[in-house]
DNA sequence: GTTGTTACTGACTGGTTAGTCATAATGGCA
DNA sequence: TGCCATTATGACTAACCAGTCAGTAACAAC
């Protein structure tokens, strides 16, 4: 909240206000939608003016790309370094990734994210692009991978990587649209953690050889 | 096209306006989204006025109950219709309830609707509303009875029910964002069948005793 | 204190569009 | 032919909000 950076008090704070400016516009964009969300919005929540948010991004569209570069960059980086760290068989891998989307689901921003992309990629297709770039094309190579290891090793039976590692992920795909979606109308919340375990249950036990 | 209605000709055709409106509005809604689409635009593809609309829709918001009411309507009546026609194990039944689900992706507007439905609902809860109770609190407890049935049958194992009947449709979902976000942005295309028939294939392994 | 630079703001503009309303055309019917 | 209910429209308004800009405040350096 207070002033951490290198200018002395006051309100000139040059080196936080991005960061700043960021949360709050997450914080926004996951209450109300991105374009329900004004930029004089995510200003005050920000404790600037709108002219000055200006200062910082040239744009609306900006702050949402910088907060899929973000975040789901981070978590990209984090899937990749729990798969390339692991060695010996790739069952308990997929389980472990599995269980690793699910405690990402429920305990952050990034289902409201995704939510958002999808809403907006065809009023804003440099958004959808630049997640298809940092997440679907760096994500799915590496579930692909993790299902060759498998069939490489005898772990699984021959099934397509390419639609393997889509079929891994989908059903995440739908928890991040039940608890972004439905359930802030009235659905009954949905168990993430045991359903991403049921999930990873059924998933292994039909690809192993 | 014509007039097919009890009035004879002109351009006074009461009776078939309303289907001549929602059609130019799901065309209009699927190529640019619903925010994107202005109800002038809607007014000249059906061949009327904008005000000539609203004799017939309260809304904008009107236009997408319709289309959700008429279409995801009618493709859970047929699901249901295969579901409880079906005599004898469930296992082939599975398989032909996502193939159905596969041709409906690939050939209908279905998917685009419910895209629309995802990027809306926050800003119109009564549609996502609609969308929860005409589609996915029909067409889940439809899948979970599947299962269950499928269970005491003695051909499934005991897994929960209502996560399975999720983690089926999971990977249809996929397929809908893939077709209606990604695609449209340059990701290569997916082949929905195949994907379809590896899921149900890997599906029902992991769940068969 | 004066000057230069950086950070910041209030007030404004321009474009957009859902929804309305007074008015007009149309066609059945007496 | 003239009447009336129904069907239709052009023109308007009211609200909304991203992005701009001329000007102001704060600070550093000397």
Do not use: C
Not at 143 to 165: K, N, Q, T, W
């Amino acid at each position: 909240m207070t002033n951490q950076s290198v200018t002395t008090g006051g309100s000139r704070r040059p080196q936080a206000r991005p960061s700043e400016i960021l949360a709050a516009a997450l914080e926004l964009f996951a209450e109300k939608g991105f374009s329900a969300t004004r930029m004089d919005d995510v200003a005050a929540r920000a404790g600037l003016s709108k002219a000055g948010v200006y200062l910082y991004f040239k744009d609306k569209t900006a702050l949402l790309k910088a907060l899929v570069n973000e975040l789901a960059g981070a978590n990209i980086a984090v899937a990749r370094g729990i798969v390339e760290a692991h060695q010996g068989p790739v069952s308990p891998l997929v389980a472990t990734i599995l269980a690793f989307l699910a405690t990402q689901v429920r305990h952050t921003r990034f289902p409201e994210l995704i939510k958002i992309v999808i809403a907006e990629s065809r009023a804003h297709p440099d958004v959808g692009q630049l997640y298809l770039d940092t997440v679907i094309n760096q994500g799915l190579p590496l579930f692909e991978g993790l299902i060759r290891r498998g069939i490489a090793s005898g772990e699984f039976r021959a099934v397509d990587p390419a639609l393997a590692a889509r079929l891994m992920i989908g059903p995440m795909l739908l928890a991040i649209i039940w608890k972004t979606v439905f359930e802030p109308i009235g659905a009954e919340a949905l168990d993430i953690e045991a359903y991403a375990a049921q999930h990873a249950d059924i998933f292994l036990r039909g690809i192993r050889s």
